[in-house]
T-cell receptor, first 114, second 115 residues
């Protein structure tokens, strides 16, 4: 069975500081991995995805993530956080993008201090 | 392009009642998936519709049913509502022909409260 663990329920960082959100997954085959962001009252927006190839993937809004197969991790990073990045972040794993059967983690809420 | 739209925005029902939620996919998309997001949790996959048929289903009881119309819009129906059905219901659309890497786009959701 596939599963996703986001160990940090809530993270607070100062504006301009760097950010790393952790994601660990369990999946029996080669995974498709995703990070989504959800702002209050909004649906999910895809930040980035990994299927194969270069293990460091670039996404929108200055985010990047690194796939580490040996650690079953797919951590999200940003070098300098902006106040507008405050939101909830979800990591997900699935067989592909189009099959709805992706499994999501329970999310990490990011608070940005001025 | 309006993106994925859902209606209503909010809904309050009582236990035992039935509810219908609606979703219009992004222009050009033919596949609609529904998710349930309980408070403090990530979304859970309910089912996916393509060509007016249920294509895949998650671990949800038969009280949850759906429909897709010829214009690709979709409805989610929940019968015999339970308190535990209170959640944000998200709709996502994609283009199946786009292949496995085609992105899903999510709507803003319908907040269902069951009293």
């Amino acid at each position: 069975a596939q599963s996703v663990t986001q160990p940090d329920i809530h993270i607070t960082v100062s504006e301009g500081a760097s950010l790393e959100l952790r994601c660990n997954y369990s999946y029996g085959a080669t995974p498709y991995l995703f990070w989504y962001v959800q702002s209050p009252g909004q649906g999910l927006q895809l930040l980035l995805k990994y299927f194969s190839g270069d293990t460091l993937v670039q996404g929108i809004k200055g985010f990047e993530a690194e796939f580490k197969r040996s650690q079953s991790s797919f951590n999200l990073r940003k070098p300098s956080v902006h106040w507008s990045d405050a939101a909830e972040y979800f990591c997900a794993v699935g067989p592909n993008t189009n099959a709805g059967k992706s499994t999501f983690g329970d999310g990490t809420t990011l608070t940005v201090k001025p | 392009d309006a993106g994925v739209t859902q209606s209503p925005t909010h809904l309050i029902k009582t236990r035992g009642q039935q509810v219908t939620l609606r979703c219009s996919p992004k222009s050009g998309h033919d596949t609609v998936s529904w998710y349930q997001q309980a408070l403090g949790q990530g979304p859970q996959f309910i089912f996916q519709y393509y060509e007016e048929e249920e294509r895949q289903r998650g671990n949800f009881p038969d009280r949850f049913s759906g429909h897709q119309f010829p214009n690709y819009s979709s409805e989610l129906n929940v019968n015999a509502l339970l308190l535990g059905d209170s959640a944000l219901y998200l709709c996502a659309s994609s283009q199946l022909a786009g292949g496995p890497t085609d992105e899903q786009f999510f709507g803003p959701g319908t907040r269902l409260t069951v009293l």
